[in-house]
C-alpha cells in the first residue's frame, strides 16, 4: 500500500548565489525521484519561494500544516533540513515532537533521514546538530550581509531598494543617485514654498490643486512593484508627505543611511538606530536644493517642524 505525501520545497535570497541544486526545480524533481522508487505517491507540493528559513511563518508552510491536521497526508518529504527551516529550536519542535505526535513520517532525502526508520541517536542526537548547522549557516549569512551594506555605507553607495523621490539610481552604477528629471521641479517647488512661508497643508492642496504626481504615483508610471513609506493607496499629496520631503537631507546631497535595522537574523521587526549611528556622507550626489537654503530658511524643520505656522493658501506661481 501507496503512503500519500508531500513534498514541500523552499528558496530564500540567501541561496540565490550559493547552489544551483538548491532550485526549486532541481528540490522537486530530486524529491519526484525519490517518491517513486520508495513506493511513496506525492499528492501536493507546497512552495516557498523567497522566504527565509528561519521564518517558520511562511504562507506555504502554515497550509501545508493545516492540510496535515486535515489528514491529507502521511508523510513530508523535503530535499534537506536547510529546506525545512533553519532556526534549529522550531525545526526541532516540529521534527521532534509535532509530526511525531500528529504520526506523521518526515523524510529529508540529503540527510538519509526517514522517521520510520530513524533509530534514537539519529533523533536525539543527529538531527539536532544538523539543525543547528543550518541554524548557524544563517546567523552567518545575515552577518556577512550587514558587514556588506556597512561597508557599501560608509563608501558612499546607495543601498536602498529605491531612491527617494527626485533622484532615480543611476544607469551605470545603482548604488549611485542622480536626478530625476521627470519630479526634481516639484521637489524644488516645494522646498521654494516652504521658504516662503507656506505650510505643508497648504503646499500640499497647491500640488493637487495642479495635478503633480506623487511618489508613489511616480513609482507606479515607472511601473515598479514596490513597498513605500508613503500610502500606496492614497494618491493624492498631504502635509506627511511634505513633512517627510523637506526634513530629508538628501536633497541637499546628504546621504543619510542605516536609520533603521532589524532586530536580529531570526526576527522580521525593525527597530531605530541612534542618530549617532547613523551613516552619513556629504556631498555623496548631487544636490537638488541649495544648502543654503536649507541652513537660513529651513533649519527650524530639522528641530520640530510640527510646530509650523500655518499659513494661509495664497498662491505666488
Given at each position: 500500500m501507496k503512503t500519500n505525501a508531500c513534498m514541500y520545497l523552499r528558496l530564500s535570497k540567501e541561496d540565490e548565489n550559493v547552489n544551483e541544486s538548491n532550485s526549486i526545480s532541481n528540490q522537486r524533481g530530486l524529491i519526484k525521484s525519490y517518491a517513486e522508487s520508495n513506493g511513496l505517491t506525492i499528492i501536493k507540493e507546497y512552495v516557498d519561494d523567497g522566504y527565509s528559513g528561519t521564518n517558520f511563518e511562511r504562507p506555504k508552510f502554515k497550509e501545508m500544516l493545516k492540510d496535515l491536521e486535515l489528514g491529507k497526508f502521511q508523510a513530508i518529504i523535503v530535499k534537506d533540513l536547510s529546506r525545512f527551516g533553519r532556526d534549529y529550536i522550531e525545526a526541532g519542535k516540529y521534527l521532534q515532537k509535532i509530526f511525531p505526535e500528529k504520526g506523521v513520517r518526515f523524510i529529508s532525502v540529503n540527510d538519509n533521514y526517514d522517521s520510520d526508520s530513524a533509530d534514537v541517536s539519529d533523533m536525539h542526537l543527529i538531527l539536532p546538530i544538523r539543525n543547528f548547522i543550518n541554524d548557524s549557516y544563517a546567523r552567518d549569512i545575515s552577518t556577512k550581509v550587514k558587514s556588506s551594506q556597512s561597508m557599501k555605507r560608509k563608501k558612499?553607495?546607495?543601498?536602498?531598494?529605491?531612491a527617494p523621490f527626485g533622484y532615480k539610481k543611476s544607469d551605470s552604477d545603482k548604488h549611485k543617485l542622480v536626478i530625476d528629471k521627470e519630479v526634481f521641479h516639484i521637489i524644488k517647488r516645494i522646498f521654494s514654498m516652504k521658504v516662503e512661508g507656506y505650510s505643508s497643508k497648504a503646499i500640499a492642496d497647491f500640488l493637487n490643486?495642479?495635478?503633480?504626481?506623487?511618489?508613489?504615483?511616480?513609482?507606479?508610471?515607472?511601473?515598479?512593484?514596490?513597498?513605500?513609506?508613503?500610502?500606496v493607496k492614497n494618491s493624492k499629496w498631504d502635509a506627511k508627505m511634505i513633512n517627510r520631503i523637506i526634513t530629508n537631507r538628501v536633497y541637499v546631497g546628504d546621504l543619510e543611511q542605516g536609520k533603521k535595522t532589524k532586530l536580529n537574523y531570526k526576527s522580521k521587526k525593525i527597530i531605530d538606530v541612534k542618530k549617532d549611528d547613523w551613516v552619513v556622507i556629504h556631498n555623496s550626489h548631487k544636490a537638488i536644493i541649495d544648502n543654503e537654503i536649507v541652513n537660513n530658511g529651513l533649519h527650524f524643520l530639522y528641530k520640530d517642524f510640527l510646530h509650523c505656522l500655518s499659513m494661509p493658501i495664497v498662491y505666488r506661481l
Open positions: 558612499g553607495e546607495f543601498i536602498g531598494a529605491f490643486s495642479i495635478g503633480m504626481v506623487t511618489p508613489s504615483k511616480h513609482k507606479e508610471n515607472m511601473g515598479t512593484n514596490f513597498a513605500t513609506g508613503f500610502v
